[in-house]
């Protein structure tokens, strides 16, 4: 599919060249509507969770907790606000042609930067680079700088998307369509420019304030000024020239009002434009009305066909009309409406269910044997600073107390009593199952999330989340090791720990693969590599929150379960086995390596 230029044409103002060759304009959302649409959706995932809390209250009370136990019922709480509060802004921006209920009250909206609309992938992009723009939390400053010093106003999240926030932009009157009118054309053209007509309604709106020397003089500069336009007018030789100009001045505003020339008339040629295809474009809006409430293929393959033709002779209209010299809410009128109809036929395919099975099954793992290399790196940057601090408690037994919780330190000194009563470092009483599965999701989601996102700062915030997690799992392998309970957390660990360790490294590949575009873009500009390497990454992220999932499946039911040491063990073995198959081997078929290398492309 061929992409569209854009071009900046002031600070407020951005044009898109559609494929048709046609440009359409785009008003930049400016700083003040940006926020506020933000706070009106954050009142609103507020109202989610009260209602959301109401709900449960209202269960309670009608006696749900004799069928649900109350951990399941917390569990089932906690996944509905995760997938809420984390799926808003994807689903609106991805699904709802870029507009969120804030941006819809704000009349704002995320276009792609070529004017398409927005992908559900730069939608996800965004939403995982709020956790940089929302930086010093909550107050959005990296965020503000970045608009401010950017000059399309872009934050973090929309270098890295490809996307810009623009405002809807609401229709006016359309001069030609009073001057088409018979009764309008009685009336003719202006006589004034644009310039004498101001002076004359300056004059006009400080005459009657003015003392009579002081109003006769300015009147006779200004029928100096224009005399020229009236010279056959008979009505100059029998009134003053006060009582002239304010007689000029209203026959002018009236030719004015009745032309729609209030900033620029429409030329002859854009009125006969008019005339003559607005039947066209009514039939072109009634038909963008039905699309926009049907969905394209809801209307059925003739209807479409005739909606694409209809767009087509709507974009060339707008062509002609910009050659004709028409007003600019004409110019406007059209604007809107090809891009609204551009927006609608370029609107890439959803892959639906199947496609998302094709990428798990093959594209996924054939794009993570493609990015290898960063993905490798961020093995490096998470299990070398856990090696290094597992000697480092090793050798100084009191740096693990100063580097863990008090609550990790009471679980190794009773590693030895609870092993004598045979209870594994978490039992199923302590942590249910569906409670524990969702908290662990929760956390290695964001802790994924946060390594990603990182990247945007030239791949250092990824280092630091990685360096950080590996510091803390050597601290919490030696402190274990040092009281002798090794079998004990491993028992525990290994089952989920293969999968979702190698979930955070893909994760931080991820990030550093983002973090390559700012320092070796390669032969593009940054923020087109930034781009192109933000969609594979975001792809990446995607497979990770599936392995994240599983992963807090074995961790929640499997790993504190009561099965015997051996059995988990061999379980792990297994699950990491299958880990390592799936990696190395799935997605080795010719469309699944094109899917992969053409990732960054779709």
Known sequence: MQQPAAYVLSDRQVDVETPEHVLVGYELADLGSRFTAVLIDWLLLGLILVGLLALALVGAAAG??????????????????????????????????????????????????????????????????????????????????????????????????????????????IPEERAADPGAASLGRPLLSDPEFAALSMYGQRRASLDFAVRAQLAGTLMQRLGGRFEGDPRRGMMTADAFLGTVHAEEAARRDASGAGGRAGSPQATALFRRQKPVWDEYDRMLAEARGRGLPAM?????????????????????????????????????????????????????????????????????????????????????????????????????????????????????????????????????????????????????????????????????????????????????????????????????????????????????????????????????????????????????????AVAAAIEGFISPSDLPREVKLSLAALFALALVLYLAFAGRDEPARRAAAAAALR
Not at 112 to 141: C, E, K, N, T
Not at 164 to 172: E, F, H, I, L, S
Not at 397 to 408: I, T
Not at 450 to 468: E, P
Request: hydrophobic fraction near 50%; aromatic fraction near 10%.
């Open 300 to 548: 059925g393959e003739r209807r479409v066909s005739r909606f694409a033709a209809l767009y087509r002779q709507v974009a060339a209209d707008l062509a002609r009309a910009r050659t004709y010299g028409g007003s600019p809410e004409l110019l406007f009128t059209l604007e809107r409406a090809v891009g609204a109809g551009h927006n609608l036929l370029y609107t890439a395919p959803a892959g639906g269910w199947r496609g998302f099975r094709h990428w798990i099954t093959g594209g996924f793992p054939a794009l993570v044997r493609l990015r290898w290399k960063p993905i490798l790196a961020a093995s490096v940057l998470l299990y070398l600073p856990a090696l290094l601090t597992f000697a480092a408690v090793r050798n100084d037994p009191a740096a693990g107390r100063r580097m863990l919780p008090a609550v990790l330190m009471q679980r190794a000194e009773e590693a030895e009593e609870r092993q004598a009563q045979g209870k594994g470092y978490v039992t199923s009483d302590e942590a249910p199952a569906p409670l524990m599965s969702v908290m662990l999701v929760w956390n290695n989601v964001m802790v994924s999330f946060r390594a990603f996102a990182g990247g945007i700062l030239a791949g250092l915030g990824t280092a630091l989340v990685l360096i950080y997690n590996g510091v803390q799992l050597g601290a919490v392998a030696a402190v274990f090791a040092n009281y002798g309970a090794n079998l004990q957390l491993w028992s525990f660990v290994l089952g989920h720990g293969a999968i979702e360790l190698t979930a955070i490294c893909i994760a931080g590949g991820a990030g550093l693969w983002l973090g390559s575009a700012i320092l070796l873009p390669g032969r593009v500009t940054r923020g087109e590599a930034l781009v192109t390497r933000g969609r594979e990454a975001v792809s990446l992220i995607g497979g990770v929150a599936v392995m994240l």
């Open 64 to 173: 749900l907790g004799s069928v649900i136990s109350g951990n399941v019922a917390l569990a089932l709480f906690l996944l509905t606000w995760f997938l809420a509060s984390s799926g808003y802004f994807v689903f609106y921006e991805g699904f709802r042609d870029g507009q969120t209920p804030g941006k819809k009250i704000m009349r704002i909206r995320v276009v792609q930067d070529g004017g398409y609309p927005v992908s559900f992938r730069a939608a996800a992009v965004r939403y995982l680079l709020r956790v940089i723009d929302v930086q010093p939390l909550p107050s959005w400053g990296v965020a503000a700088l970045s608009m401010m010093l950017h000059p399309r106003t872009k934050r973090l999240g929309d270098l890295a998307a490809g996307t810009v926030v623009v405002r809807d932009r609401t229709g006016q009157p």
